[in-house]
T-cell receptor, first 113, second 113 residues
């Protein structure tokens, strides 16, 4: 079946620190992979995506590379800011097995000045 | 601008009353979804619909009902049979049958007293 395993939080970093949030997945075929961000009291916003192996998604300084050999899609940012404090969700969608999305449990990030 | 709108943002109801949460999208998406999010938790799928007049139960459908009479609208009714209805509810939509992303509404926070 399809599933996403995400690094548990919470994660607390100082401003300008390097961020990695690990995400691994299980799926048959060729799913698309996503990172979403959720700010307090709001819905999820798409941060970045990758649709095939070796694709790199990037946005607002965040990057993630679709690694089929390790079934991973780790989120990275070289220098975090206080405004990056939020909950981050890794997700996959596999049209071969229906139209559902599969989400990780979310990782809460707090960046302190 | 295209998007997905949930209303209201906050909703209060007395125990034993049914309540309907609104979700409207103008993205021309066939697929729509309802998720429940509890504090510090991930997303759990309640119901999803791939086409007008058709919908499927998700992982936690008990105590909820939906309808899909129009492509743009996918209202969720939280019935009195739902034992613990207080939660944050998220609606999403996506293109059907492709590995594209989901678009989320801003969410409705339901509090049952």
């Amino acid at each position: 079946g399809n599933s996403v395993t995400q690094m548990e939080g919470p994660v607390t970093l100082s401003e300008e620190a390097f961020l990695t949030i690990n995400c691994t997945y299980t799926a048959t075929g060729y799913p698309s992979l996503f990172w979403y961000v959720q700010y307090p009291g709001e819905g999820l916003q798409l941060l970045l995506k990758a649709t095939k192996a070796d694709d790199k998604g990037s946005n607002k300084g965040f990057e993630a590379t679709y690694r089929k050999e390790t079934t991973s899609f780790h989120l990275e940012k070289g220098s975090v800011q206080v405004s990056d404090s939020a909950v981050y969700f890794c997700a996959l969608r596999n049209s071969n097995t229906g139209n559902q999305f599969y989400f990780g449990t979310g990782t809460s990030l707090t960046v302190i000045p | 601008d295209g998007g997905i709108t949930q209303s209201p943002k906050y909703l209060f109801r007395k125990e034993g009353q049914n309540v309907t949460l609104s979700c409207e999208q103008n993205l021309n998406h066939d697929a729509m979804y309802w998720y429940r999010q509890d504090p510090g938790q991930g997303l759990r799928l309640i119901y999803y619909s791939q086409i007008v007049n058709d919908f499927q139960k998700g992982d936690i459908a008990e105590g909820y009902s939906v309808s899909r009479e129009k492509k743009e609208s996918f209202p969720l009714t939280v019935t009195s049979a739902q034992k613990n209805p207080t939660a944050f509810y998220l609606c999403a939509s996506s293109i059907q049958g492709q590995n594209t992303e989901a678009f989320f509404g801003q969410g409705t926070r339901l509090t049952v007293v």
